[in-house]
C-alpha cells in the first residue's frame, strides 16, 4: 500500500476532522493509505503553546517521513498564494526525493490571482510596493508547480465553491486519479513506506 | 569555507540584484559564502514563460544543493505570512536535514500579525471565513518555527522601515552572528559543500 501524505489548509476549517476522513476515504478507494495531520488531536503538552506548536511539528515530520506521496491542496489561502505550511511540506518532500501531487480550488494562473486580490488591471507587472509579480504562466509562485513537474506529480486546479471550497475535493478527486496512474507504473514507489 | 542560501522575497525588489550583492557581502564579512538566487539573471530559454519559470527551478535546486545552510528572509509577503518561494526552500533544505537560519522585518507573533492583515480584534480566534488563527505563540505557521528549533538554527526579527523593508537588513545582520557562533562549533558543517 502507498501512503499519501494530506497536506493542506483542511486543519483550519471548523470540520477538519470531517474533511479529512472524507479525504482519507476516497484514497483507500483508490488503493492508497492517506495521512491526515489532525493538528488538533494532541493534547497540549506541559510548557505552553510554543511547546504544543513545536511537538505538532514533529509529529507532522514523522508522519511525512512515513509517506511514499504528498498530496498538497495548494488552494489559495488568506492571498494569492497557498497555506505556508503546506508549502513547507513540500519543500520538504521535495528535499527528500519524493514525488509531489498538488491540487487547488482556482484555476486563474499565479500572475492574474495576484493582480486581482490587490485590484490590480492586467498589465500590472509589478504591485503597489513595487515588488514584481512572477509572469511565468504558472499556477503559484514557481518552485510549486516546479517540484510538481520535476518530480513527474500532477496539479490539478479545478473551481470549488460553497462552505468546503478550501477543502477542493472536486480537484482532490481528479488528482487522485492522476496519482493512481502514477503509482501502478512505479510498483518501487512504496519503498518509503514504514 | 560554508555556504549559506540566502532565500527570500528580496529577487521580488526593484533593485534584487544590489540588495543580493550586500547581502553576500556582509556573508563573506562572517566568512560564509553566501549564494543568492538571482532569478532575473536567466536568459528566457525556448519554449516560453512555463518553461523559464521550470527552468528557475532547477537552477535554484541546482544551488540548494551546493549549500549547507539556509538562511530565509521570512518577512510578511503579500499577507500575514512569508513568501511561499522561501518557504518552499526552507522546507527542502529540512527535508535534506541541513540547518534552518530565519530573520524577519517584523516582529509581532503570528496570531497578532493575522488578525492586523485582516482588521479582526484582539480576541478572535478564527478569521471572517471562519478558519482557525494558529494559536502557539510563534513567529509564523508553525512549520516554520518548528524547522529553525529543530535544526539547531536560529531566528531573528528586528522591525524595518523605509523602501528597504522587505531586505530586512537589521534583522539579518543579527542572525548572520548567531548562525557565525553556530559554524563555528561545527567544524563538520560544510560537509554539503561541494
Known sequence: ??????????????????????????CTQHGFRGLFPLDNELDEPPGGPRAHGLAIYGGNVEMMRRA????????????PSADVGTVFEVGFFAGLGRPVFAYSNDSRGFAERTRDSFGLDAT????KAGLSIERFDLQDNLMLPGAVT???GSWVSKESKGTQKLA????FEEVLVAMRGFADSRPTLAVANR
Chains 1, 2 share one sequence.
Request: proline letters at 6%.
Open 1 to 26: 500500500m502507498r501512503s499519501v501524505y494530506l497536506a493542506g489548509p483542511d486543519v483550519f476549517l471548523p470540520n477538519a476532522k470531517q474533511v479529512g476522513k472524507r479525504k482519507v476515504d476516497l
Open 150 to 152: 520535476a518530480s513527474g
Open 124 to 127: 500590472a507587472s509589478v504591485d
Open 68 to 79: 511514499d506521496v504528498i498530496l498538497a491542496n495548494l488552494s489559495p489561502f488568506r492571498g
Open 168 to 171: 477542493a475535493f472536486e480537484a
